[in-house]
C-alpha cells in the first residue's frame, strides 16, 4: 500500500495527541481504511518536546518550506492557534497542492474565504472537524447530511471552560471569581481566559457552524458576543428557582426575516436537552425543517477526543479523490441580500428595589406600555428595606426592553439594575 | 445539469414523505449539493395513493422489472418493508449496478452480507442511513467519522414505540398494558406490536449499528433479546426511589474478552445522558477509545425525519463515485476468532417476601457465596404480612445470579420473584 505522508505544524498538546493516535492506529487505519498514514514532518520548535514523543529528530523542522517544498507531504495538519503565522504557512501549503487539515477556529473563521479560494485553485482539500466540538462529528454531519433539510437554527454549548465554570457555579452556589480560579487550576481555563470566558471561542465556532447549516457566510462580524463575567451565583440561583438552567450558548436562527447570531449567557428551561450537559462536555442543537430536533454530545476539547476529529479529517483527506467546497459564496463578508437581524426572546430582569407597596405594578405598568409582558415574577419577601425583584418577560427585542429598561432604571424605588440575562 | 434518476419501491409514510422531500426540495438540493434528483420510477400498488401524492401515474408501475431495465433510474429507494420482496428486488437492482437507500432494518440486519456482495460486484453502492434512528446521521458517523478510534461500546435507545412506553408509565404511573392502548390510539404503537415492544426492532438495528462500529459483523443470533412486556409501574417506580430510570437499551461492548450484546430493559442511573431521552425521541451513546463519550440524539421515526436521512443517502448516492463497503468480512455469521460472550452488570431484584426478621440476611448470605454483593437494599416497611424486597446487586454474570436465585426462590420467607432486571 502507497504510503500517504503527513506533516504536523506544532506538537504541542493536540499536535502530540495527533501523533500518538497515528502512531498507535496505523495498523488498525490500514486494515479499516485501506490507507497507510505516515508523519514523515513535523514543524517545531521545541525539539526535545517532539524527541519526548518518540518522534525522530531529522524529522522535526523549524522552516516551513521544508514541508512545502517535500513532495511526500499530501496533508498537512496545523496545531499552531492563533492568525499568524498559521494562515500564511496553510495557504503555502494550499499552493503547493497539499491538502490542509485544522483544528485553528480563530484563523479559520476569519480566513476560512481566503484558504478555502487557495484549495480550489490547487485542488487541494481543507478539512477542519477538530475546530468545532473536539471528536464530535458536527462538521462532517453539516457538510455530508442533512443535504435536504433547510436549517432552522443551531444552538451550542461549544465552549468547554466556560460551561465548566457555569455548571460548577450552579452546582456548588460558588461565585465567579472563585470558581474560575479553580478551573484554572484545574487547567480547564487559561491563564489569560479572555478567549474562552468572553465568548470569543464559542464565536468563531458559531460563524464556521451557523455558515454550514445556513449555507451562506456569517461572518464574525454580524455575531453578537457576551461573555460569562458578570453572572452571578445569585442569577444562577434565581434562575434555578424558576426552573431555568444558565448556559453560555451560541444561537443562530435561520428566520424569514433575516439571520440571527450570538453568543451571550442564556437561560433555558430545564427540560430542554441543553440543560443537562454539564461540566466541560460540549453539544450542539440543531432544529431541521424535516428531520426535527437533533442534538449532538461529547467532549469539545483535549488532547485525544480533538486529536481523534484530526485523525478522521487525515482519514477523509487521504480517501477523499475529489475535495468538496461550501456551496455558497465563502468571502470575509455576508453574501449580498442576506440580512441579519435581532431576534426576539425572553429576558430575565434582575432588579434589587426598596420593599414598597406599588413597585412591581409601576415595572409592570411601564414594560406593557413598550408591549412587553411578564411570563413570571419571583420577589423575594425579606425583613430588610431592599429587596431582589425578579422578572421574566415573554418574547420582545433588546431594543424595546432597553427602552423601557431606561424609564425602570429611574424609579425611586430601583436602586439597581443587577443583570439582565436572554432566555430562550 | 445532468438529472439523476430515482425510483421509489413504496410510497406508504416514508416514502410518501421522500417524494414530498425530493420535490419540495429539488432546486435547494441542486443549487448546494449540484445534483439533480428527480423521481422517474415508483413500484406502487396503490395508484390512488400515489395519485394523492401528487405523482404522475405513467410513472407508476406494479412490476419491478419495469425499474429493474429502466436505464435512466440510478438510485432505487426501497420503502417496502419486511424481508420479501423487497430483498428479492433490491438484489435486481444492486445486479443492474443501480445504487439501493433503504431504511428496512429486518431485511438489511439479515441480508446486508448478500446485498453488499452483489452491489460491489456491479460497483452499486448500499445505503441505510434511515435503517437506524431516522434523521440521526449514525450510519455516516460510524463509516465516515472515528476512523482512529477503537469503539469500546455502543447503547442506544433505538425504538421510539418502547421509549414513549417507557416514559410514560414512569411520568404518569401508568401500566403496560393501559399505556399501550395509548400508544396504539395515538400511532405510536402497531395494532400487532411485537416487533417494538419484544425488542426485535432493536436487535435488527442493533446488529447493525455494532457491526460497524467494532468493524466485525455482530450476527442477529449473538444478540440476547428481551423486551418490555414483563415491565410493572412498580418495578419503575423501585428503581426511580433508587436513582435510576428505565429504558429499553440496544447494548454493544467490545471487550479484550469478547463482544456482548443485548437487547434488554436496563436501569441506568439518572444522571446517565441516556436517561433523559424522552418519548419517542431515540438516542446512541458511544464510547471510543480517543474520542471519549459521545452521543447523538433526535426522532427515530415519522415521514420526514425518516425521508430526511433517505434523501440525504440519495444525494449521498448521487455524488459519491467510488461506493465503499464494509472494512469487515460481511457474511451471514461472525467472523471466525471472534467470540460472543455474557458480560458481566449489575441487576435490579424484586422480590415479595414475608416480613420476617432474618430474611434478608438469609438472602445476603446466598448471593454472597456465589460473590455476588449488594450495592442497595430497599425494603418497604408496612403492616402487612407480604412486603417488596428490592436489591441492587454489583457487577456480575446472568449466569451466578441464575444459580443464587434458584436457592433463594426456594427460601419459604420469598413468596414471590416478581422481576429480575439489568442494571448498568
Not at 169 to 177: C, L, V
Not at 259 to 281: D, E, M, R, Y
Not at 379 to 394: F, G, M, N, W, Y
Amino acid at each position: 500500500m502507497k504510503i500517504t505522508g503527513i506533516a504536523l505544524l506544532g506538537v504541542g498538546v493536540v499536535g502530540g495527541g495527533t501523533y500518538q493516535i497515528l502512531t498507535e492506529k496505523r495498523e488498525f487505519i490500514k486494515k479499516h481504511q485501506n490507507v497507510d498514514l505516515q508523519v514523515v514532518r513535523v514543524l517545531e520548535k521545541n525539539v526535545a518536546r517532539a524527541k519526548s514523543l518518540g518522534i525522530d529528530e531529522n524529522i522535526v523542522t523549524q522552516n516551513i518550506d521544508n514541508i512545502v517544498n517535500d513532495d511526500s507531504v499530501k496533508i498537512v495538519a496545523e496545531f499552531m492557534g492563533g492568525v499568524e503565522p498559521a494562515r500564511t504557512f496553510l495557504l503555502k501549503c494550499l499552493a503547493a497542492g497539499k491538502s490542509v487539515v485544522t483544528a485553528n477556529k480563530e484563523m479559520l473563521s476569519k480566513h476560512w474565504h481566503e484558504l478555502e479560494a487557495e484549495a480550489k485553485k490547487s485542488g487541494a482539500g481543507l478539512y477542519f472537524e477538530a475546530s468545532c466540538v473536539g471528536g464530535v462529528p458536527i462538521i462532517r454531519t453539516l457538510k455530508n447530511s442533512l443535504q435536504g433539510d433547510t436549517i432552522k437554527s443551531i444552538t451550542g454549548i461549544v465552549n468547554g471552560t466556560t460551561n465548566f465554570i457555569l455548571t460548577k457555579m450552579s452546582d456548588e452556589g460558588k461565585d465567579y471569581d472563585e470558581v474560575l480560579k479553580e478551573a484554572q487550576a484545574l487547567g480547564y481555563a487559561e491563564a489569560n481566559p479572555v478567549a474562552d470566558v468572553d465568548g470569543f471561542d464559542a464565536m468563531y465556532k458559531l460563524s464556521i457552524l451557523s455558515s454550514l447549516a445556513f449555507r451562506t457566510k456569517v461572518p464574525l462580524t454580524a455575531i453578537d458576543r457576551k461573555g460569562i463575567s458578570s453572572i452571578t451565583k445569585e442569577d444562577i440561583a434565581f434562575g434555578k428557582d424558576l426552573g431555568y438552567t444558565l448556559k453560555l450558548l451560541a444561537i443562530a436562527k435561520n428566520t424569514e426575516k433575516g439571520i440571527c447570531a450570538k453568543v451571550q449567557p442564556t437561560f433555558i428551561p430545564n427540560s430542554h436537552p441543553l440543560a443537562s450537559i454539564k461540566g466541560s462536555f460540549n453539544a450542539v442543537f440543531l432544529v431541521g425543517d424535516y428531520v426535527g430536533d437533533i442534538m449532538l454530545y461529547g467532549r469539545g476539547a483535549g488532547a485525544l477526543p480533538t486529536g481523534s476529529a484530526i485523525v478522521s479529517d487525515i482519514v477523509f483527506a487521504a480517501k477523499d479523490k475529489k475535495p468538496s467546497y461550501t456551496s455558497f459564496k465563502n468571502t470575509d463578508k455576508a453574501e449580498r441580500g442576506v440580512k441579519f437581524i435581532d431576534d426576539e426572546n425572553g429576558f430575565y430582569i434582575h432588579l434589587t428595589v426598596k420593599d414598597k407597596i406599588g413597585v412591581l405594578a409601576k415595572i409592570t405598568k411601564t414594560l406593557s406600555s413598550k408591549g412587553i409582558s411578564l411570563k413570571s415574577v419571583f420577589q423575594k419577601s425579606a425583613d430588610e428595606e431592599l429587596v431582589p425583584l425578579i422578572l421574566i418577560t415573554h418574547k420582545t427585542t433588546s431594543k424595546l426592553l432597553s427602552k423601557a429598561m431606561e424609564e425602570v432604571e429611574k424609579f425611586d424605588e430601583v436602586v439597581k439594575v443587577n443583570n439582565i440575562i436572554c432566555v430562550e
